[in-house]
C-alpha cells in the first residue's frame, strides 16, 4: 500500500510538472502571439541573431521542442534560411538548459504567489493578459511540482530496490543513457526528465558520473519528439529536427566516455551537488553550441544527403516541358493544362481545411503548407512560360488566352495565399485552444465550405470549355455566396445579442472565415468575367446611371 502511494506522488508531481510546462507554452503563445512566431523568422538573419532567437523562443515557451517545429515550419515555407535553422535549435537547448537551471534555484516560496498572480491577470478582459497569466500559473505550478518531486523522492531515495536499480545503472552506461533518454521521449520534454533526476540525486545517492549519463540520455530523447512530429513533413522541415538529433546524438556518444572526468570537475567546491544534473545539463549543451555551431554547414549538407527532395509524380508531371514557342496554339495549349493542374492543388487545399475543421483534426492542415509553396512555384513558371511564347507575335485571339492564363494562375496563388496565411491558421487556432464553433455556425461554415468547393470545380470547367451559360451560372452563384455570407454574419451577431457561449468565443474565428471563403469565391469568379465580356453579356458598371 505504502509503494502505491508513493507512485501516486510521484507520478502525480511528475504530471503537475508536464502541466505547468503546458501551461506557459500555451499561455505564451496566446500572450505573444504572431510577434513569437514573426520575432523568431525575422531574427534569424545572422548566426548570432538566430542564436538568440531560438534562445528567447525557447525560454518564453519553456519547450526546445516547441521552437523546433517552429523553425522547421518557416523553413518549409523559405521564411528562415536552413543554415541558419541548426543555429536556432542550438540556441533553443541552451534556453531549455537555462531554464532548468533557474527552475532549480529553490525558488519554491514564489509558487504561491505566482499562482494567484497569474489568476488575477486571467480574468482580466485583454488576451494578451489572459496569457499572461496562463504562464505565470504554469511557472507557480512548475516550482510547486519541485517541491512535490523533493518529498514524493525522498521515501524512494531511501529504498533498498532502487539502490539496486541505481547500482545496475551504474554499471551499464549505455543502458542508462537510453532508459533516460527513454523516459524523455515518453514526457515529450528533456527538462522534466532533467529536474526528475534532479530529486533523485539530491541526497547524494547516485554517483556524480550516473547522473551525468542520465542527463545526457534526457537531452538525446528530446531531440526525438520533433523528430517524430515531421515525419509527415517536407524534407526541408525534417532536415531541421533530423540535425539537431544528430548533433545531440554525437555529442552524447563523445560526452558519455568523459562522464567520469566531468564528475571530478563537477564535485569541486565551485559547484553544489545538488544542482550537479542541471549544471552538467546547461554545460553540456555550451559545450555542443561552441563545437557545432562551425559545423552546420557540413550538418545540413549530411541531411540533405539523408533527406533529398524527391519529387512526386505530380511534381515531375508538367504540361510546359517540351513545348515549341514559336507554335503559340501548342504551347498556350499546354499553359492552359498547367493552370488546371494548380486549380487541383487549390482544390486539395480546400478540403483539406473543410475536413480539419469537420472534425478538429490538425493533421489534415500539414500539408497545405507545401501545397501553397507549389501552388507559387507552378504560377511563377506559367508566368514565365507564357510570356516566352510567341514573343510578341501573337494574333489577338492568342494574346487574349494568354491574359486569361495569367490572370488564372494569379487568382488561384491569392487564393492558395488565403487558405495557408487566413483559413488554416484560423482553424488551427480553433483546434489547439479547444474552442467549438455552434452547432448553427458550424453548419453555415461547412455549407459555405461546400460551396466554394463546388464553385472552384466550376471554375475549372468554365476555364478549359469558355462556355457562356456556365460563366453566366458561376457569376450568379457569386450572388449566392455574398447573400450566404451576410446571412451568416447576421445570424452569427444575433447568436451573440442571445449570449451563446460557444458564438461568444469564437466570434472573431467565425467572422474572419467568412470572409475569407467570400474573398475566395470572388476570385474564383473572376475567371468567368472575360467570357462573358468576349459574348456581350458583362456591363462595364455594376452602378445604376442616374436619370
Known sequence: MQSAIVSINLFGAVALLLFGLRQIKDGMSRALGARLRTGLAAGTRSGPRSFAAGF??????????ATALMV?????????VPAMAQVVMLGANIGTATTAWIVALGLGWLSPLLILAGVVLMRMASAAKQGAGTALVGVGLMLLSLHLLSAATDPIRQSPALNLFITMLGNAWPVALLFSAALAVLASSSLAVVVLILSLAAS???ESSLVIVLVLGANLGGAVPPVLATMKATPAARRVTLGNLIIRAIGCAAAMPLAGYAAQFLDLPYFSHQQLAVDAHLIFNIAVALIAWPLSPFVLRLTTAILPEQKSADD???????HDFDQPVAALAGASREVLLVGDLIERMLHQASEAMRRDDLSQLSEISALEGRVDRIQHEI???????GQGQLSDQDYRRSMDIVEYAINLEHIGDIIEKGIRPEIA?????????????QEELARLFTITLDNLRMAQTVFSTKNPELARRLVEVKEEV????KQSSARHLQRLRDGLTDSIQTSSLHLDMLRDLKRI???IVSVALPILDESGLLNESRIRQAG
Open 316 to 322: 515531375q508531371r508538367s504540361f510546359l516541358d517540351g
Open 56 to 65: 528567447l523562443a525557447t525560454v518564453a515557451l519553456q519547450s526546445s521542442t
Open 521 to 523: 469565391n470572388a476570385h
Open 204 to 206: 547524494g545517492g547516485i
Open 72 to 80: 522547421a515550419s518557416f523553413v518549409e515555407k523559405d521564411m528562415i
Open 482 to 485: 455574398r447573400r450566404l455570407e
Open 429 to 441: 487556432k480553433k483546434v489547439s485552444l479547444g474552442l467549438r464553433f455552434s452547432d448553427d455556425g
Open 383 to 389: 508566368k514565365v512560360f507564357v510570356s516566352r511564347v
